[in-house]
């Protein structure tokens, strides 16, 4: 089993994507959702904790073998203390992309039998290093689609 290349190159799509949104925010930046959810600076800020310290630390672990036990990554918890919402987007678009480089470039990297290694994520079950770009798509989908309304909220500029 190799990386599914098209699966990677469209994980790298996503920094560029959050870049836009930031760019069309303007003074908006802070606003969260009137039904509840992340503001812009948030979903930055989530993207790049959790690309390093969830998926980042999960390659590593997975890639290293011995069936880890993966930690969920409570990014509610962690907006509210880290305050998001207080700090610079432009730092945290910074930290997202290298940090999704650096996962690309490390699952890029991975033999065929460290694909085949497997852990216990909380909150998920048992996955496989090869289910991670799945999950990653996943999760940046479901940020792409929370960007998409927030930002359908606004009027164009």
């Given at each position: 089993m190799t990386a599914d290349q098209g699966a990677l190159a469209r994980l790298?799509?996503?920094?560029?994507?959050?870049?836009?949104a930031l760019a069309r925010a303007g003074t908006r930046l802070r606003e969260r959702p009137r039904q509840g959810g992340f503001s812009l600076l948030e979903h930055v800020w989530h993207l790049a904790d959790l690309e390093r310290?969830?998926?980042?630390a999960r390659i590593a672990r997975l890639r290293g073998g011995g069936a880890p036990f993966l930690?969920?990554?409570?990014?509610?918890?962690?907006?509210?203390?880290?305050?998001?919402?207080?700090?610079?987007?432009e730092e945290g678009l910074?930290?997202?992309?290298?940090?999704?480089?650096?996962?690309?470039?490390?699952?890029?990297?991975c033999t065929?039998?460290?694909?085949?290694?497997?852990?216990?994520?909380?909150?998920?079950?048992?996955?496989?290093?090869?289910?991670?770009?799945?999950?990653?798509?996943?999760?940046?989908?479901?940020?792409?689609?929370?960007?998409?309304?927030l930002l359908r909220g606004w009027p164009a500029s």
């Open positions: 790298a799509e996503m920094p560029d994507e959050l870049a836009a310290e969830g998926f980042g930690p969920d990554f409570d990014g509610d918890r962690a907006a509210r203390e880290r305050d998001y919402q207080a700090r610079r987007a910074a930290l997202f992309r290298r940090a999704r480089q650096d996962n690309l470039a490390a699952l890029d990297a065929p039998a460290e694909w085949a290694h497997e852990g216990t994520q909380e909150h998920v079950g048992r996955v496989t290093l090869s289910d991670l770009p799945r999950l990653m798509r996943e999760h940046d989908q479901s940020h792409r689609d929370e960007i998409a309304a």
